[in-house]
């Protein structure tokens, strides 16, 4: 980045940046997430109000809390399922909803 001054601020990007911006345009796949309810690091409420958002925008979800465990824990304990549920999606299975 540090070759192309100004590249993150181009308009073509900032369009790009805009579309993924999270909570504001629901996914058309299926979303996988795994949080720590106690996270000690990143608040559960917006994450869920994501969620929400998702889930009432027709995005099919599939959320997993983890209730105990920090942070670091979590995401280490949730990696394994993480990547099973990427393996069954790539597999034509669908995907569970919890909305």
Do not use: M
């Not at 309810?37 to 917006?46: F, G, L, N, W």
């Amino acid at each position: 980045l540090a070759a192309t001054p100004g590249l993150l601020e181009r308009p073509s990007l900032q369009g790009v940046f805009s579309r993924l911006r999270l909570g504001h345009h629901a996914p058309t796949s299926p979303v996988y997430d795994y949080y720590a309810i106690h996270d000690d690091v990143v608040e559960y409420t917006p994450d869920r109000r994501v969620l929400d958002f998702y889930c009432s925008n027709g995005t099919v979800v599939d959320a997993v809390g983890y209730p105990q465990g920090d942070h670091l824990a979590v995401a280490a304990a949730g990696t394994p399922a993480a990547f099973a549920w990427l393996a069954d999606r790539l597999a034509g299975k669908p995907s569970p909803d919890t909305c």
